[in-house]
């Protein structure tokens, strides 16, 4: 009702639109009939993985594509399951999620890609993201800093009960997310590199799994709307481990952190059912 009453408050044109059932949402493209009903959905941010995701549900179906935000609609345990990209960094991120909660979304699961950071994190691994360091933007015009960006419980359990049974190596734990790639990547080259680089090694000493880019802007949207969320990310490669000359494959494969994802959330269906 919080919700509601504040989109009707809304100055914006957009959003009295959608209320009044006249437009799709402004970025993602959708409206309330193209969901059908859905409640849960799963995210990753490239739109190429989309379809892939999506080949893993029944009857699914491509809605719309609309800037980086492509969709389709499918079913798991006979329940209807949005996949939708939500492009790379917390703010295409937030507004993926503020949208889909406007069209009655309660359940998101990330499905993205990382960089190990703990020598023990190699590519290929999974890391279910339990919490996530916000150095990123977006998610401080939310709430303050102090607030912490926490996954939902449910959701990270049945991620962790989903990856046990499948038998793929994992790691749950703190992620960090940043605006920068490059800042992360080459931060000697950076006017601020003594901050990046001081927080980095701050970042491993405090046990921090991988680094990513949209899972502390999800947590912390998904926080202040009441949404549940969660994260499962593929380790693409480590840096720490090439910094110190040992073995470090790359890993592309997102198929198994898509089967984790899928499967978790069939038990989650069928749970609430």
Same mark, same amino acid.
């Given at each position: 009702?919080?919700?509601?009453?504040?989109?009707?408050?809304?100055?914006?044109?957009?959003?009295?639109?959608?209320?009044?059932?006249?437009?799709?949402?402004?970025?993602?493209?959708?409206?309330?009939?193209?969901?059908?009903g859905?409640?849960?959905?799963?995210?990753?941010?490239?739109p190429?993985?989309?379809?892939?995701?999506?080949?893993?549900?029944?009857?699914?179906?491509?809605?719309?594509?609309?800037? #980086?935000?492509?969709?389709?609609?499918?079913?798991?345990?006979?329940?209807?399951?949005?996949?939708?990209?939500?492009?790379?960094?917390?703010?295409?991120?937030?507004?993926?999620?503020?949208?889909?909660?406007?069209?009655?979304?309660?359940?998101?699961?990330?499905?993205?890609?990382?960089g190990?950071?703990?020598?023990?994190?190699?590519?290929?691994?999974?890391?279910?993201?339990?919490?996530?360091?916000?150095?990123?933007?977006?998610?401080?015009?939310?709430?303050?800093?102090?607030?912490?960006?926490?996954?939902?419980?449910?959701?990270?359990?049945?991620l962790?009960?989903?990856?046990? #049974?499948?038998?793929?190596?994992?790691h749950i734990?703190?992620?960090?997310?940043?605006?920068?790639?490059?800042?992360?990547?080459?931060?000697?080259?950076?006017?601020v590199?003594?901050?990046?680089?001081?927080?980095?090694?701050?970042?491993?000493?405090?046990?921090?799994?991988?680094?990513?880019?949209?899972?502390?802007?999800?947590?912390?949207?998904?926080?202040?709307?009441?949404?549940?969320?969660?994260?499962?990310?593929?380790?693409?490669?480590?840096?720490?481990?090439?910094?110190?000359?040992?073995?470090?494959?790359?890993?592309?494969?997102?198929?198994?952190?898509?089967?984790?994802?899928?499967?978790?959330?069939?038990?989650?269906?069928?749970?609430?059912?």
């Open positions: 009702d919080d919700l509601v009453t504040g989109v009707q408050t809304c100055a914006l044109p957009i959003w009295n639109d959608f209320m009044e059932n006249k437009e799709k949402m402004y970025h993602i493209g959708l409206t309330k009939d193209d969901l059908k859905a409640k849960y959905a799963i995210l990753p941010g490239d190429g993985r989309v379809s892939k995701i999506a080949a893993n549900l029944t009857n699914s179906y491509l809605i719309t594509t609309n800037r #980086e935000y492509t969709s389709y609609l499918g079913e798991i345990a006979n329940e209807k399951v949005l996949v939708i990209s939500t492009g790379m960094g917390g703010p295409s991120t937030a507004i993926c999620v503020e949208e889909l909660a406007l069209l009655g979304i309660t359940h998101l699961i990330r499905v993205g890609t990382c190990g950071m703990q020598m023990d994190v190699e590519a290929g691994d999974i890391v279910i993201a339990s919490s996530a360091i916000r150095q990123e933007g977006t998610s401080k015009e939310y709430l303050p800093i102090e607030f912490p960006a926490v996954a939902d419980f449910n959701l990270t359990l049945a962790k009960e989903a990856v046990t #049974e499948l038998n793929y190596p994992y734990g703190v992620v960090q997310c940043k605006d920068s790639f490059y800042g992360q990547h080459s931060p000697e080259r950076m006017p590199s003594y901050e990046l680089q001081n927080k980095w090694q701050a970042w491993i000493k405090g046990g921090a799994l991988a680094s990513e880019m949209e899972t502390s802007a999800l947590y912390t949207v998904s926080s202040t709307l009441r949404l549940h969320a969660a994260a499962v990310l593929l380790v693409v490669w480590n840096q720490e481990r090439e910094n110190k000359g040992l073995d470090n494959n790359t890993s592309f494969d997102t198929e198994k952190e898509i089967k984790v994802a899928v499967t978790a959330l069939t038990k989650i269906i069928k749970n609430e059912k």
